[in-house]
């Protein structure tokens, strides 16, 4: 690590805030007195306050009280993590992907017993993930992708530095035993012996290469099936394949910017054509069961600029849905949103769009202000919704009966997800696993039994499959028994108001042996995304299951840990997603990050000059707008891949984005971010980056160190090479979290605790 010394006399008096005017005025920052009667860093500067701070300790008077640590990072972190759960369509098989420290392999299970059986030999922290899970229709085979996507320059990740490097490829591997054959990624057939794929803009099919044995299979250097026809070139190219029923035709879309059309080719090679070409985004094309028509979503493109991170309520023509009968070619509009919430599509994990066996299209609509499930019969009619109640559904599957759907929500547990089932023409879900777990990702098996994830408050995630007496059965087995899940605390979901008086929602972790009249240091964690919420247990997402484990550690270790769920976050509602002024538009969730500070300094069991604040991603945004909007507030950050300004980070996901081309947007955008407040840094951060982040450009972590650097703000840096946003290294999480826990221990933990 490095570090850059902080000149004396650095503090600046604060400018006013143009990026939200509202952030600037007293009641939003208030310098909070501290125990000597004074606002801290009015008496002294902020470093000579932490220098004194750290003298006193060195001199051993009031030293803080040392946790008793009885865990190691190493154990909460050692559970395997479990994702991308599939079922086959017509036998009773389950498959995921287990992530155990760095070591990802291919898990299935088989009804009745559902005895959870490893079905691939990769070993060792070596980066190479595993995505695009899909099981063969008959469950005789799995198909995934094994390693990551190249970045622009064409690089696959490769974050342990093998000498021969990465490379991506797509397996198909028996259940039975053989090794594995290397296939081109496509879209299987319904009965599973047919690919369709798009190369060179051609829509080709061809059949699903068998698993092979020998030195080939093994090395990967099989030769690809020769007998790949096209049966389509349209231009533009072509994606979202959709097979029919029946295997005899496949429905695409080809996007061309302001509008998509949806079409139909045959699998046989005669031909393809559109269905009622106009002059909409066309998309996600779902077959009816009988095969003879087609339903999809119709959008108009936005006017003007449509920037991430501005937020977007509304459409000014709502969004709807069209049956296109394929024989005829004649288009009905059987559903349209109405205007205001809900007017602008959102979507779910799962088919936005399902055709189910009663002949009804089941989508999320997000009228009243929720995601939810709603129906309506697809020949036209009145919407009806199918999970009433306050709540947001991010996962949603259909049955292989065509009937039965199942998802998670929030609903009546606003800070878990639980599962839920219900039909097109049902108004009253039934909740399937009901008390204080945290579930999500159903799947329904070919006999009718779901499985899904699930973890809990000291419960690392593992998958799951209810029985017929609706016990649980757990294909994976017990944790390892070096998992501290009998020590580890249950978090307190608490409310607290923002600085603006918005309500906001988090998780608060309390040492177990915290005293009466005891104040501790605390941490306050950021989520990224913006579009996440953390949850009262272990996360549905590893990056979050790895924070969440961090902020146990720390809680362990004798930290006070608030997980703060702020606006532009998810599970709350359409208003609080799409929140005024948020992101590059405004950043009000300062105001979320101050009230967070303002609810932990007024609470008896912290002490009001020890408080962290750390973050990825979005979270490091965060991180760094506390810093520099509150640094009377916070002592010390840590600050993972953060965005630090917008133009840059809106230049990632927008690549054709010219700031120049947009001032005032331009304008606005970085005045959002942290670089233009930068002179109002003070308090050391620690700085965690890898430099073949695709997310979040390693250029904003080498500006902002470079602005530091010259105004001699004390910061820390840690730099993986070649790793990705996500860090793909177990080790480089151990690392990291390592790195964090010393940088908060050095500014936090180790300095003189506040006097009553």
């Known amino acids: 690590m490095s570090r850059a010394r902080r000149a004396p006399n650095l503090r600046r008096e604060r400018p006013h805030v143009r990026s939200c005017p509202s952030l600037a005025s007293p009641e939003i920052l208030p310098l909070a007195p501290d125990h000597n009667g004074g606002g801290r860093g009015r008496v002294l500067p902020g470093f000579a306050a932490r220098a004194l701070g750290l003298l006193l300790v060195a001199a051993g008077t009031l030293a803080a009280p040392a946790a008793a640590q009885s865990f190691s990072l190493e154990d909460v972190m050692s559970a395997p993590f479990p994702d991308q759960l599939v079922a086959a369509r017509d036998a009773d098989v389950v498959a995921w992907i287990s992530n155990d420290r760095g070591s990802r392999n291919v898990w299935i299970a088989r009804g009745p017993e559902w005895q959870g059986r490893q079905i691939t030999r990769w070993s060792g922290d070596d980066g190479q993930e595993l995505s695009g899970l899909e099981l063969a229709p008959d469950g005789r085979y799995v198909v995934v992708q094994r390693g990551g996507a190249p970045n622009r320059s064409g690089w696959t990740p490769a974050p342990a530095q093998d000498v021969d490097g990465a490379e991506r490829a797509t397996l198909r591997i028996d259940l039975d035993g053989g090794e594995p054959a290397d296939i081109e990624w496509g879209t299987l057939s319904p009965d599973g012996t047919r690919l369709a794929r798009v190369r060179d803009g051609r829509i080709e099919v061809g059949p699903v290469p068998a698993a092979q044995a020998g030195e080939a299979a093994q090395t990967g250097e099989a030769e690809e099936a020769a007998d790949f026809e096209p049966i389509a070139r349209p231009r533009s190219g072509a994606g979202q394949l959709t097979w029919a029923p029946d295997g005899r035709h496949i429905a695409f879309v080809s996007s061309r910017g302001e509008h998509a059309f949806v079409g139909v080719a045959a699998a046989d090679g005669s031909g393809f054509r559109w269905l009622d070409p106009g002059v909409t985004r066309d998309g996600s094309p779902v077959w009816s069961p009988d095969g003879t028509r087609i339903a999809f979503r119709r959008q108009w493109a936005d006017p003007g600029p449509t920037l991430p991170f501005f937020a977007r309520r509304e459409a000014d023509i709502p969004w709807g849905l069209v049956v296109v009968e394929i024989a005829s070619g004649e288009a009905d509009e059987v559903f349209r949103a109405d205007p205001g919430a809900g007017s602008r599509f959102s979507g779910w994990t799962g088919p936005s769009l399902v055709w189910t066996a009663d002949d009804h299209l089941v989508f999320p609509w997000e009228k009243d202000g929720w995601r939810r499930a709603w129906a309506v019969p697809a020949a036209g009619g009145e919407p009806r919704l199918l999970t009433p109640g306050e709540h947001e559904i991010q996962h949603f599957r259909v049955g292989p009966d065509g009937r039965r759907l199942v998802f998670d929500s929030n609903r009546d547990d606003i800070d878990r997800k639980h599962i839920w089932a219900t039909t097109a023409t049902d108004p009253s879900p039934t909740l399937l696993t009901p008390g204080e777990g945290v579930e999500w990702a159903p799947v329904v098996t070919a006999s009718g039994q779901v499985a899904f994830l699930g973890s809990g408050a000291r419960t690392a995630a593992r998958p799951w499959v209810l029985g017929n007496s609706g016990d649980r059965i757990a294909p994976q087995g017990e944790l390892p028994a070096s998992f501290p899940e009998d020590e580890l605390v249950v978090p307190e979901a608490v409310v607290f108001p923002a600085t603006d008086g918005m309500e906001i929602h988090g998780q608060l972790f309390l040492p177990s042996d915290l005293r009466p009249g005891e104040r501790r240091p605390a941490l306050l964690f950021f989520h990224g995304g913006s579009r996440r919420q953390m949850l009262l247990g272990f996360h549905n ?104 300004d917008w133009n840059v980070g809106i230049g990632n996901f927008r690549p054709d984005y010219e700031p120049e081309n947009h001032p005032d947007l331009a304008q606005r955008a970085f005045e959002s971010s942290p670089l233009s407040l930068v002179d109002r840094w003070e308090d050391p951060v620690l700085l965690i980056h890898g430099d073949d982040d695709r997310n979040v450009r390693f250029a904003e972590t080498v500006t902002l160190a470079r602005e530091l650097t010259l105004r001699g703000v004390p910061h820390d840096l840690l730099v993986f090479p070649d790793e990705v946003h996500g860090f793909l290294l177990h080790r480089n999480w151990l690392a990291a979290f390592g790195a964090a826990e010393a940088h908060f221990d050095r500014w936090l933990r180790d300095r003189r605790p506040a006097m009553d």
């Open 541 to 644: 997402r590893g990056y979050y299951h790895n924070a969440y484990a961090f902020n146990q550690y720390m809680a362990n270790r004798g930290y006070v840990v608030l997980a703060v769920n702020y606006r532009s976050g998810v599970g709350y509602g359409l208003d609080f997603r799409e929140a005024d002024d948020y992101g590059a538009d405004g950043a009000s969730e300062v105001r979320d990050v101050i009230g967070s500070a303002l609810y932990l300094r007024g609470r008896a069991d912290v002490d009001p000059d020890r408080i962290g604040l750390w973050g990825g991603s979005y979270g490091g945004y965060l991180t760094a707008q506390g810093l520099v909007h509150a640094p009377e507030l916070f002592a010390a950050g840590v600050d993972v891949h953060g965005v630090h």
